[in-house]
């Protein structure tokens, strides 16, 4: 039934929802996640909100080593959810700039600009140049802090614009979810 179904709608896919056990229709383009599925990236998420959370009160108590540390942390995470919610493999390195061109176009369909994937790449590599020297310093010159509250700003700005892209994604999907259930 479901094979003549597809062959007679092919712009349409039957998804069946663990969590309301309804079947719904949607685009063959269009990612639908049950709200289980949602709530297991969100935990992901939500660690990405917390950790900007520290780097923040690490800026606020002048720790900005710490700060810009979390801030990487947090860049991060958040481009990990963003791979998640899209149904992406995340890479397995710090450095996920190549991974983030390639999904450029899966971005773009959740209104996503080829501007602030630009601005994601920046923030990644930036926060990965930037990664060591927030856990070590520089141990050639035996500098234990080296960085100042404009470099913890910067990360904390980064970790908010990709917060920014994660959440037009994340947002779209609740509302696909929300539409699937009904």
């Keep these: 039934m479901a094979e003549t179904l597809r062959a007679a709608f092919p712009t349409f896919v039957a998804v069946r929802t663990h969590i309301s056990e309804a079947t719904v229709r949607v685009r063959r383009d269009e990612r ?19 950790v900007a959370d520290e780097a923040r009160t690490q800026l606020r ?4 080593d710490l700060a810009v540390r979390r801030g990487q942390e947090a860049v991060e ?8 919610f899209t ?9 996920v700039g190549n991974a983030i061109y390639e999904v450029c176009q899966l971005l773009a369909q959740y209104g996503v600009t080829r501007e602030a994937v630009a601005r994601m790449i920046l923030a990644n590599s930036t926060m990965g140049l930037w990664r060591a020297p927030s856990f070590y310093g520089d141990e050639r010159l035996n500098v234990a802090k080296v960085f100042s509250d404009k470099e913890a700003e910067i ?6 614009e990709v917060r920014t892209v994660c959440d037009k994604v ?11 259930t009904k």
Excluded: C, M, W
């Design 32 to 50: 639908v996640l049950s709200y289980k599925e949602l709530a297991d990236v969100d935990a992901l998420y939500s660690r990405a909100k917390t």
């Design 155 to 160: 990360a904390i700005r980064y970790a908010e």
């Design 77 to 84: 995470l958040y481009i990990k959810s963003a791979f998640r």
């Design 170 to 180: 994340r947002n779209q999907l609740y509302q696909r979810a929300a539409s699937a």
């Design 61 to 64: 108590s002048f720790n900005y």
């Design 87 to 95: 149904g992406t493999e995340y890479p397995r390195s710090h450095d």
